[in-house]
């Protein structure tokens, strides 16, 4: 499959990278999902050195949990490395889903994910990681290349050039890279070309373990209740509805919150807040939330506090 050996080809090359600016392995970071698990095959049939990481959402559901929990096992067993990212704060306790709704005084949404910033992305400071983001999953992916490097100020964003200047050696690609190198993590996105069809197809053919969510009628595996998931939220909420009532539970804080904070709203409960998250519109209480920029920003300010 020539899909296959260009990705193991882009692992090889961001390997050297990461080990020659870094001083450290590749990591090759791991949701359970099929991108995952795709990933973590080419890796090993690449043939490099590398760490595996985990970013623990606590919206995954717990067949995600298990299996990302049995693959690390067997990892380990191999002698290769992995970690999984609690979120820990400085008095101590973790960042969670359900800690995280109040805090941020609204539910995630699909123009605020900043679950996704807090729970999916913040690990691996300072480092080369792979990841499984791919063109043909949105069309803001699109912009994104074979090679990113994020710095800790997330204004400061840059896509490297293309992995063919990149090889070559001396070239200004390449004097770019060194000097981002050690300040940002750089990001490599090994299987950015490949289509559903050769994901699934490597997936069910290459791979041994498979999340069993995809045996239960999923096409995506992630958080429970991800906005970004559209309709089939509503099948995770029947399979899952303990999560159901922890969102529950998380907006009846979040009310609180704001109501202690001055933020006015139409909803009396949590329950409604659901329903409204649900895009549910034929539910009683069911109100359209707009907000001007203005609005925004001073939740979005709130929030931060
Ligand atoms: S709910 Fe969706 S947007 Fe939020 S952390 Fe999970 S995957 Fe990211």
Redesign the pocket.
């Known amino acids: 499959m020539d899909l296959e050996r260009k990705a193991i080809e882009r692992v090889r090359l961001a390997s050297k990278m990461s080990l020659n600016y870094y001083g450290l392995p590749l990591v090759c970071t791991y949701s359970g999902g099929k991108d995952s698990d795709v990933m973590l095959e080419l890796f090993k049939r690449s043939g490099v050195p590398f760490e595996v990481h985990n970013s623990h ?1 606590t ?1 995954d559901a717990p067949q995600t949990v298990r299996h990302i929990r049995d693959t690390f096992r067997e990892l380990e067993l191999q002698g290769i490395s992995c970690t999984v990212d609690y979120h820990k704060k400085t008095d101590g306790n973790c960042v969670t889903m359900w800690n995280l709704i109040p805090k941020k005084l609204m539910p ?1 949404s699909r123009r605020m ?1 900043y ?2 910033s807090e ?2 992305e913040g690990g691996c400071r300072d480092r080369m990681i792979a990841t499984g983001v791919r063109w043909e999953e949105s069309y803001k992916r699109k912009e994104r290349g074979m090679f990113e490097t994020i710095s800790r100020d997330k204004s400061n964003k840059s896509i490297l050039p293309d992995e063919k200047m990149l090889l070559t050696d001396n070239g200004d690609a390449r004097r770019l890279f060194e000097r981002c190198q050690l300040k940002a993590k750089t990001v490599v996105n090994p299987i950015i070309d490949w289509k559903d069809s050769d994901v699934w197809e490597f997936y069910w053919n290459e791979c041994k373990r498979h999340n069993p969510l995809y045996q239960m009628g999923y096409y995506r595996v ?2 429970i209740g ?3 998931a559209g309709k089939a939220r509503g099948k995770e909420f029947a399979d899952f509805p303990s999560y159901k009532r922890a969102y529950i539970k998380a907006f009846d804080r979040m009310l609180e919150v704001r109501k202690e904070r001055g933020l006015t709203h139409q909803w009396k409960n949590g329950e409604e807040v659901f329903l409204w998250w649900m895009e549910d519109t034929d539910v009683q209480g069911q109100y359209i939330m707009e907000f001007s920029g203005a609005d925004l920003q001073k939740i979005i300010e709130k929030g931060k506090t």
Do not use: I
């Open positions: 959402t919206a995630p994910r679950c996704c729970l999916k992630g958080c991800c906005p970004m």
